[in-house]
Each structure stands twice: as C-alpha cells, then as structure tokens.
C-alpha cells in the first residue's frame, strides 16, 4: 500500500518537473554544450563548428541591441524615410535559411524604427515579414504574432511592444542554442546589427549635428570584433556565411584608425530614486575622420546589400 | 512512514518551485520590472530569465554604450519591499565592481539600479543567490535613455 502511494508521489513529481520543461528555454547560463544532433549528414566539421560557436555565445549575448541606435537616429532629429527601411515585401522572396534569418534581423531592426515614430502600420508590416521568415525557419512558436499585432494596432508604448519582440526574440535565440541551430541566432542578431548601422551611417552623412551618432558609429567597434567571430564560426556551418564574413573582415579593418578613448572617473549617486554609479568624462578623443567614416558607410552598404537581396 | 510522507513534499516542494520560471511566470515578472522603468523614462532594451535551481550565481556580459544611462530592475515573486537574497553585482572589464544593489546601512536588497556610462565596452552583470533564497526565477531588464 506505501508503495503504491509512493510510487503515485514519484509520479506526480516526475509529472510537475517534466512540465516545467518550457521554462527550461527561458534560462541562459550554466548550460551544457553537448552536441547531440546524432544525424548523419553532419559533418565532424561542422559539428566542431558547432560546439565552437556554442562556446563563443556569450560573445553574441553581449552584442547590444539595436534600439539604442536607432533612438539615436530619432534623436538627432531625422525625419522618418521609409525607402531608407528594407522593403517588408521582398521577405517572401528569400528561400534559404541564410537569407531567412538574417532578413529576421533586418526587419526587427525596421520594426523597432518604425514604431519609435509612430508608423504603425509600416511596423505591423515589418511583423508580417518576421512572421514569414519565422514560419520558414520554423522558429514561428517563439513568438506570439497575435499579442504582437494587438500590442501595434493599439498602438501600445513602445516598451511594450519592444519587450514582447525582444523576449520572442531572445527565448527564440536560446531555444535555437539548445537546438543547435546557434548559427541561425547568429545570422538574426549580425542582420539586426547591420541595418541598425547602415541606418546611422545613413543619417549620420547628412546630420547637422552628428556628434553623438559617429560616437555611438565608432563605438560599434567592439560589437564588431563579437561579429567577426561569431561569422568566423558559422563559416564551417553554412559555406553562404563565407562572402558576409569576408565583408565584416574588411569592416573591421577600416575601423582600424578610428577609435574613442576615454577616460572616466566613477561617482556614487542617486538619480531619479535609485542608488546610481556615473562614469564622468575626464578626457575624450575621438579619432574618426571623414574618410574612415565614407569607408566604413561604404563597406556597410555593401553588407547590407549582400543580406537584403 | 515519517520518512516517505517527507520525501514526498520534498519532491512537491521541489517541483512548485521548479514550475514557477515557467513562460507565463517570468513574462509577469518581466512586466514588473518594465514598470519599474517607465515612470523613470527609461526604454527596454533587454531581459534576462534566471532560473538559479542549478547554479546560485549566474554573470553575464553586455557591451555598454558611452552616453546612456542604464537602469538594471530586478522582480520576482516577491513585491518591491520584500525582495531579499538576490545579490546583483555590476562590474567593468577590468572586473572593478561599480555598483550592487545591496545597502548594507539598511540590510536591504534594492530592485534597481542604475549605471550612466561614458565608457563603451564589455560589462558584467553577477547575480547570486544567497542559500536561504528558495524562489529560483527572476527576471532582470535593463533599460536605457540618454
């Protein structure tokens, strides 16, 4: 009699763990990096490509997100131009994985842009091209399009909608991880990095006051350093990686020049109600001339390009 | 007989907590925290969803932008007031701490804090979690504004 009651706790435990296995997606440290694909196609290349890339996640974890830049687009006081975003109608055009996802990451950028001025029905076409993609790359059950749409038709705040795409995006990034498709999240976030460059180097040609912005461009330097990494890794992944890469390389190299030392003294204080540390400028020197700035606007184009066609 | 009937709320036990980091769960706390952000004027930039049961502490890292302020909020089961054990420790690249959320005066544990950068590049974000905290999940967001 004890044992069957045993047997029924054992159970019921075993029943409430096993339930809690979605949560699982949601944590993002401390897991294993074992490679358990087990097909055959696999090459022991790729499979070493994989475990390298899993290892190097934090690297893509620490990439910023891309509304800072573009609220920095906003801020400068450029007007909202709808041919400078990518066309939501070529999503359906795209039949590679490659190409699927790091358009994702292109149109995430948009959507955010579009929503932080107001264009609601230009951000709500931008969700029907990630749906697209997503459906395609068959990572559509991360997101709730539904509760997405309603967020923009009711034109909820901007945080709101930016918390429920982001949090799609990112349980999608570790759900990918533990799936071992980490190349995909790659793709998504370097397309999402791209745009959101491509999109202040854009406006930063012609601002009147562009300080703040070729700061925040030289600054990508460090985001760019995790890129060429990670696209280093996919490389033995997905051979399509290989042209990106190779761009992102001479990226790099033409933001050899360019750089922002600074030099900060930190102060405890309390802003706003809450307990706050602020790094103030001792001395800052940016060095970004106009021809490192047209070199590197240049070779973004020609990433962008290389995504979005 | 003692022994099983303590096994057994022990796996219970286990399990409910286990079962609080669920989607829904932590989607709720992420909402606590972005409510913590707006009245503040800050935007949501990114969230973490810890699930501490196998690791008490948990770092990650983010690369930090000169001219934004950050506000890093925490929540999880607790209300603001009660929110205890859950150390947060921000640190830069040289690993020199700049803040934590702890006030040692008052023996509080704060959610939030806040970091105004000048200084681009990779940052640490430590979270742990003290032995005698039993709720395993917690969301932290960070926001920015200028």
Known sequence: MLKKYLSIALLLSMGLLASCGGGEAEQQEGEGNSQTNGTTENTVNVEEALQKLSNDFTLLRAIPSPIQMTSLVQESGAKYDPAILHDANKAKNYGSDFKRALNVGVYSTDLGFAHLYGKNQDAIDYLVAIRDLSTGLKVDS?????????????????DELLAETLTSLQTMKDGLEKENRGD??????????????????????????????????????????????????IQAINPEAKALYEKAKQLQ???????????????????????????????????????????????????????VE | MKRYVLLFFLLIGGAAYAQQCTPEVMREYTRKCVNQLRPRGYTFLKSYRIDASSNKTVEYSYIFNRGQTYMITFANESNPKEFSGILFELFDSSRRKLIDNYNPSLKQYRT???????????????????????????????????
């Open chain 2, 112 to 146: 939030a804090v806040a970091f105004r950068c000048s200084q681009t590049g990779i940052y640490h974000l430590k979270f742990t979690f003290e032995p005698s905290v039993k709720d395993y999940c917690l969301v932290s967001v960070v926001g920015f504004k200028r």
């Open chain 1, 253 to 307: 190299d033409a933001y050899a020049n360019v750089s922002l030392k600074v030099e900060t003294i930190s102060k405890d204080t309390v802003i706003d109600g809450v307990p706050t540390v602020v790094q103030e400028d001792q001395s800052v020197e940016l060095n970004f001339t106009e021809q490192d700035f047209q070199k590197i606007y240049s070779i973004v184009k020609e990433m962008r390009r290389l995504i």
């Open chain 1, 184 to 233: 995909i999240t790659v793709l998504v976030v370097t397309g999402g990095w791209v745009e959101a460059l491509y999109l202040g180097c854009h406006v930063a040609e012609n601002a009147k006051n562009k300080q703040q912005l070729l700061e925040h461009i030289a600054d990508q330097k460090v985001s760019l350093d995790n890129i060429v990494k990670l696209l280093e890794d």
């Open chain 1, 142 to 158: 991360y997101f709730d399009f539904e509760r997405l749409k309603q967020l923009t038709e009711s034109n909820a705040s901007i």
